[in-house]
């Protein structure tokens, strides 16, 4: 589990491509302290495991699925990545809730100045947005950031100076896709909601009948 406050910017040294994978290969410093094979590392918001570490970075694994639902698959070597590592169980809970599992890819079709800071728009599938609502949290590559506002085709945040000069928001561009993970807790109230719609045709369990045995 993360947090979405990325801790630094690492730089992707290679990245090997195979038929349906990918082994990325990333120069790190802060995230190395204590990082140990088999971590958990979020980058650009997508949790990978670190299988390979040495004195200048890490490597992972991207599986099929992961390049399906992500932006991974169009690192380049020399691309900023935002890191994370996995968050501490006595540490400070800066950002909010991120499994650093994306739910899929939006793209920056807006950028404004406002004084100090800078509204990004992203376009959103359908799919995707029904999560993300006015003042709620959502995960931009990894990035812990509160929704401004909504529309039919997606929302806005604005980010401030520290956030767009830490992180790789200040290198986007209108255009660019960006990995999008809603809020968890969203996606679970909802399916314990729509119980019956996820259920086996053949299930006699409703909520009639729960409430007819003492439920």
């Given amino acids: ?55 200048g970075g890490f490597t992972a694994d991207v599986m099929h699925e992961t390049l399906d639902r992500s932006s991974l698959g169009g690192l380049t070597a020399g691309s900023l990545v935002n890191l994370e590592r996995a968050m501490l169980a006595g540490g400070r809970f800066g950002g909010h809730i991120v499994s650093g599992h994306i739910d899929g890819v939006g793209r920056i079709s807006s950028m404004k100045r406002d004084d100090n800071a800078v509204w990004y728009t992203v376009e959103t599938p359908p799919a995707l947005l029904r999560y993300i609502v006015e003042k709620g949290s959502v ?40 990995n999008l993970e809603t809020d968890v807790i969203g996606k679970y109230v909802e399916s314990l909601l729509r119980p019956q719609e996820s259920a086996p045709a053949e299930s006699r369990i409703t909520r009639d009948f729960l409430l007819q045995n003492g439920f």
């Fill in 1 to 55: 589990m993360f947090t979405g406050i990325v801790e630094e910017l690492g730089t992707v040294r290679s990245i090997r491509r195979g038929a349906r994978s990918a082994v990325v290969s990333i120069a790190a410093e802060t995230v190395l302290s204590d990082l140990k094979i088999g971590d958990s590392v979020a980058v650009n918001g997508v949790c990978l495991t670190a299988a390979e570490k040495d004195a």
């Fill in 139 to 178: 995960a931009i590559d990894g990035i812990s950031l509160t929704v401004a506002s909504v529309d039919g085709s997606g929302f806005s945040v604005s980010a401030i100076p520290h956030t767009a000069a830490h992180t790789t928001l200040g290198t986007k561009r209108a255009g660019d896709v960006v």
